[in-house]
T-cell receptor, first 111, second 113 residues
Framework: GDSVTQMEGPVTLSEEAFLTINCTYT??????LFWYVQYPGEGLQLLLK?????DKGSNKGFEATYRKETTSFHLEKGSVQVSDSAVYFC??????????FGTGTSLTVIP | DTEVTQTPKHLVMGMTNKKSLKCEQH?????MYWYKQKAKKPPELMFVYSYEKLSINESVPSRFSPECPNSSLLNLHLHALQPEDSALYLC????????????FGPGTRLTVL
C-alpha cells in the first residue's frame, strides 16, 4: 500500500543554517506530494506541493522536487530562521481522498 | 475566504458528557474531513464526507458521531468519551476529494477527564 517515510527528528539548527528533511514514498503510479507545517498549538498549513514528476514546489524559501526515480520529495531551505521552528509533515495522496502522512520531523532553530 | 474555522478552540469534558465540535468552510469545497492528532504524531483520519455523504469511516468507535448538515458545515458529536480520546481534533476540507490539497482548521484541543 501507499506510505511515506520521513526523516526522524528532532532536528536542531542554528539560524541561517541549511535545512534538509528527507522524505521518500511508496506508491504505484503518480501520487501528489505535499509538505505541511504545524506551528506549536496550531493546525496544519500547506507549505508546498508537487503533482507530477520533476515538479518543484516552493514557498517561503522552502523547496522540494518530486523525484520519481528515487521516489523522494526532500524538503530544503537555504537559510533557516527562528520562526521556522515547527513540525514538518510529508504527505501523499493518490487515488481517492485519503492522505498518507509521514511521522513528522520537529525542527528547532536557535538564534 | 480561504479559511477553515473550528469551534471551540479548547474543550474539557467528563466521561458522561455530550458535546459537539463544529467546523465551517466557505471555499465551496465538497469534501470535508475529521482527523485526530495525538501529541508528536501525524493526524489520523477518522471520517470523510464527500458531497455531504459519509464516504470513509476509519473504524472509529460509535462514541464519535459525525454529521454534515450542509456543504459548509461539519460537526463531530461526542458522547461517553474515554480519557484516551484526549487529543487535538482537526477538520479539513478539499475541493472535491480527489488528489488535491486539504486545508486544515486550527483544531479543537479536547481533554476528557
Amino acid at each position: 500500500g501507499d506510505s511515506v517515510t520521513q526523516m526522524e527528528g528532532p532536528v536542531t539548527l542554528s539560524e541561517e543554517a541549511f535545512l534538509t528533511i528527507n522524505c521518500t514514498y511508496t506508491a504505484t503510479g503518480y501520487p501528489s506530494l505535499f509538505w505541511y507545517v504545524q506551528y506549536p498549538g496550531e493546525g496544519l498549513q500547506l507549505l508546498l506541493k508537487a503533482t507530477k514528476a520533476d515538479d518543484k514546489g516552493s514557498n517561503k524559501g522552502f523547496e522540494a522536487t518530486y523525484r520519481k526515480e528515487t521516489t523522494s520529495f526532500h524538503l530544503e531551505k537555504g537559510s533557516v530562521q527562528v520562526s521556522d521552528s515547527a513540525v514538518y509533515f510529508c504527505a501523499l495522496i493518490h487515488t481517492g481522498n485519503q492522505f498518507y502522512f509521514g511521522t513528522g520531523t520537529s525542527l528547532t532553530v536557535i538564534p | 475566504d480561504t479559511e477553515v474555522t473550528q469551534t471551540p478552540k479548547h474543550l474539557v469534558m467528563g466521561m458522561t458528557n455530550k458535546k459537539s465540535l463544529k467546523c465551517e468552510q466557505h471555499m465551496g469545497h465538497r469534501a470535508m474531513y475529521w482527523y485526530k492528532q495525538k501529541a508528536k504524531k501525524p493526524p489520523e483520519l477518522m471520517f470523510v464526507y464527500s458531497y455531504e455523504k459519509l464516504s470513509i469511516n476509519e473504524s472509529v468507535p460509535s462514541r464519535f458521531s459525525p454529521e454534515c448538515p450542509n456543504s459548509s458545515l461539519l460537526n463531530l458529536h461526542l458522547h461517553a468519551l474515554q480519557p484516551e480520546d484526549s487529543a487535538l481534533y482537526l477538520c479539513a476540507s478539499s475541493q472535491d476529494g480527489t488528489s488535491r490539497e486539504q486545508f486544515f482548521g486550527p483544531g479543537t484541543r479536547l481533554t476528557v477527564l
